[in-house]
């Protein structure tokens, strides 16, 4: 085992999504998951049908205990629901977490199109959240609302990673899984330049936690010291075989699969 991510996220009761995907995807790359929890969810493949809030002050003390004693090499963000929780995990990175790398997923929907965020709290991720991350990593819908801007072709994913770089990440990787198309591709731009990942798509309607492996996946590369570029291409992999072994299981969209083998 190498490597250990901290992740900041909601638990997914069906185990697609959120918490559970991160930490079968961190297990499953060979590195240490630790978890803070921002909410539960109740949740099946065929929707979300609560949401239950963590208070702000015990999400911070679950971040700052394990950052305490077992440390961390990355910290990996994702359902952060409302405006009171960015706030606190974001003053939590710069205290406890101050100096590692972030991995921030925006999490705003559920793949069958729940709203996870509140949309009053997407300025905080904005301002607050999006100047502290090394990597962010939005999909189309979550790129438009961040950026301002309409995605509906691959130039579109390259304006919109654009916009979102003057915003303050280190890297942006804009994933084009939602675009029509029998390939997929996914822009990642930093400061040394763009590079745009192109695979064929898997046409499946079992993709539920995609999102959040993916953020996990590439967390769990930088905290076992890959490059970036690399760490994306792993994560990239992995993901596209979950969805090729995705067990089938629920009568809406479900889960992808963990248990495939990996080259950690
Ligand atoms: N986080 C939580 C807690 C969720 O429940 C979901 C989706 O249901 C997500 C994140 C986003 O999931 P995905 O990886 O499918 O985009």
Redesign the pocket.
């Known amino acids: 085992m190498q490597g250990r991510v901290l992740v900041v ?4 009761s069906g185990g ?4 559970q ?1 991160d930490i079968k995807t961190i297990t499953a790359l060979g590195a240490y998951a630790m978890t803070a929890i921002t ?1 539960l ?1 109740a ?1 099946n493949s065929r929707g ?1 049908f609560g949401v239950h809030a963590v208070p702000v002050d015990f999400i911070a003390r679950q971040m700052q205990l394990v950052l305490d004693d077992y440390g961390a090499d990355v910290v990996k963000t ?2 952060l629901h409302a405006t009171e929780v960015i706030e606190t995990v974001c003053a939590t990175l710069d205290g406890a977490a101050a100096g590692l790398p972030l991995v921030a ?1 925006p ?1 705003m ?4 199109g ?1 709203a ?1 965020l509140d949309t009053a709290a997407i300025g905080a991720l904005r301002a607050l959240l999006l100047p502290r991350a090394y990597l962010l990593t939005p ?1 189309r819908r979550e790129a438009e609302l961040l950026a301002g801007c309409p995605i509906d072709s691959v130039d579109d994913l390259r304006r919109a990673a654009e916009r979102l770089l003057e915003l303050g990440p280190s890297a942006v990787l804009v994933k084009g899984g939602h675009l029509d198309g029998e390939t997929v591709s996914d822009v990642l731009l930093s400061r040394d330049g763009e590079q745009v990942f192109t695979h064929t798509r898997v046409a499946s309607v079992h ?8 953020a996990s996946a590439i967390a769990s590369g930088l905290a076992q010291r890959l490059v970036l570029a690399d760490a994306v291409r792993r994560g990239l992999d992995y993901v596209q075989q979950a969805i090729v072994s995705a067990p089938g299981f629920g009568g809406g969209r479900g889960p992808v699969d963990h248990a495939h083998t990996v080259q950690p």
């Open positions: 996220a909601g638990s997914d697609a999504a959120g918490i995907a909410a969810t949740q979300v994702g359902m997923d999490v929907f559920a793949k069958g729940d996870l999909n993709t539920g936690g995609t999102g959040c492996s993916l």
